[in-house]
DNA sequence: AAAAATTGTATAAATGTCTGTACAACAATA
DNA sequence: TATTGTTGTACAGACATTTATACAATTTTT
């Protein structure tokens, strides 16, 4: 095993080590035989104490990802070699493509001030009022991702809960209030899970969150609508298809 | 201030401490007086002791992000307020743009064999070789992506350093290979840095990183190549438009 | 049967994390 | 001036993290 510079400061060194372990099935980077090395060249490879890395098997031992046998050695369960060679890394991630229809949580439709950021990019003074829905998507137990569209007042009002319980966003832009839709643009990046974030997410605060900024426009180039929408990490992939 | 939740176990309170007053000031989430909340407060919201508290202000002092005076009380400093007030979140982000052009650094050319999903997707056999390029973007001082394409040993052996140099990958296939192409597929997600990538982009490893796997076909659909794009966290943004 | 490899157990010590408590020093306010 | 609010300093104790060392128990190899 290559030697394997763990730098981060923060985080206990067994946790980091049990979760670079769990990435490498992630990644589909298991050796043919499954076998785990042995605590020594761990050790060695890591940079740690056997006994730190001792520590970090067993976290993983207690998720039953390994099964360590004295004298023999430690291997990957029968699970988690199914589950690599099978299916790599998508396994459990479903895929989110931007039209995507699933269940949709109601969370809230209110009326708020915009930050410096949604005024400016909806083209409105600082103390105009937003109608400002928020929507948790759920696959199955689980939440995929929380949304929060920022609409102005005077196309905010005539969208009811209904409406989109039956549409998308944009479906309804486009029946319910004639918008013929233009330019949409996404940004992606990684931002850290907010208190209201991880609430509605199940994650924990501060937990890296894929954050999407759309900002819908119509035909004549006016802005309609700014979201963000969020993705726990691990759980979804965002699909984009340009042709 | 309100009540805030910090439950991840595996990071000592006063880094998530610090780093989510840090986050607070990304956000654009300043009060109007850009005071910080008496250490009493603070320790109450976050349901610790001031002890910790207190280690928490000292990291953000260290990085010159607050004043502390005694007696008065603890303050944003005037650069963090001036960043927040005229340009949000997004100052020191670079937004990169599928068809940009940074400066290129190449890191190397070779032949080697894919994994599965690399194989099932450019759909030859797992013994096939492919040619690898790994290249790293630039933005001035500071690594911005770290890019590695698959492709075909038919495709990538007639495609050189230098043709890199002056072209996109997607130029390249177009007018040296004469491909005209289809469809171009992204899927986002967050992954963690492994050794090699952490070290391109100069961050810690198992850092979250911004990960998008791009899928080439041409006009008739044949898979052209699969390209893994890594972004470092807070640096960049990625964009996409859509019409 | 003996040796080597590997996991299991035990313990001591240094350092890091966090709480709780107490009081000192400085600044604003009544 | 006295009170209140706030940051600064100090310390003791409970755990968590990590290293280092030694040896036991089990399996594989020689």
Not at 49 to 57: H, K, P
Not at 84 to 98: D, M, P, Y
Not at 190 to 198: F, G, K, N, V
């Amino acid at each position: 095993m290559e030697k394997i510079r763990l730098d981060n400061t923060r985080v206990p060194l067994h946790y980091q080590i049990a979760e670079y372990l769990e990435d490498m099935v992630r990644r589909g980077e298991l050796r043919i035989d499954d076998r785990i090395p042995p605590e020594e060249n761990l050790a060695k490879a890591f940079g740690v104490s056997r006994t730190t890395v001792r520590r970090a098997l067993e976290h993983l031992d207690a998720k039953s990802l390994i099964t360590r046998k004295q004298g023999k050695g430690t291997y990957w369960t029968d699970d988690v070699r199914a589950l690599t060679r099978e299916k790599l890394a998508g396994l459990n991630k479903q895929i989110f493509s931007v039209s995507e229809k699933t269940a949709v949580k109601f969370i809230s439709k209110g009326v708020e001030y915009g930050s410096r950021e949604v005024c400016r990019y909806l083209d409105v003074d600082e103390s105009a009022e937003f109608i400002v829905f928020r929507r948790v998507r759920w696959a199955g137990e689980e939440p995929m991702s929380y949304t929060i569209n920022y609409l102005p007042a005077h196309f905010g009002r005539a969208i009811t809960k209904d409406h989109l319980r039956r549409m998308t966003m944009l479906e309804t832009l486009e029946s319910v209030l004639g918008i013929r839709l233009g330019t949409i643009e996404h940004e992606v990046e990684i931002t850290r899970a907010t208190d209201d974030i991880a609430e509605k997410l199940a994650i924990n605060v501060r937990d890296p969150v894929l954050t999407i900024k759309t900002s819908v426009s119509d035909k004549s180039g006016r802005p309609v609508e700014i979201v963000w929408t969020y993705f726990a990490e691990n759980k979804y992939k965002f699909r984009v298809v340009l042709d």
